[in-house]
């Protein structure tokens, strides 16, 4: 299952783009991350390195 970032919990480091292995991972213009969901394998490596917890799983 692909994830998604919870715009509110990010804190904008890139921990989460730089863990990713398929780099579906990008910063949006307002300096919040963003998953692309078409790309994302839902491996979780963004959830589990994340200190805000701001990746979760898409519904």
Do not use: R
């Amino acid at each position: 299952m692909a994830y998604k970032i919870d715009k509110d919990k990010c804190i904008g480091c890139g921990a989460c783009a730089a863990e990713c292995p398929v780099g579906c991972i990008s910063k949006d213009d307002d300096g919040k991350f963003v998953i692309d969901a078409d790309t994302c394998i839902g491996c979780g490596g963004c959830a589990n390195i994340c200190p805000s917890g701001a990746p979760e799983e898409k519904e």
